[in-house]
């Protein structure tokens, strides 16, 4: 089951776990917001804030090692 893990999900839970909170918070905000002009042009700057966000977070312990 562990090298079954490891295949599907990597080394890190982190990215994965981070990815499915930005497609949590998307929808959620989309029910929110609707289609609100905020949401139109800023919805994927958001997005793209918090898919960044998720891998310099899933990345930090690599550069800690260096």
Known sequence: ???????VLGETWV???GVFLTLALALLLDAVAGD???WRHAG???LLAC???A????LAPAWRRR
Do not use: D, E, N, Q
């Not at 891998?55 to 899933?58: E, G, N, Q, T």
């Open 44 to 46: 994927g700057f958001l």
């Open 55 to 58: 891998l310099a977070v899933s």
């Open 15 to 17: 990215l994965p776990l």
């Open 51 to 53: 898919v960044l966000a």
């Open 36 to 38: 609100t002009p905020f």
């Open 1 to 7: 089951m562990k090298a079954l893990r490891k295949l």
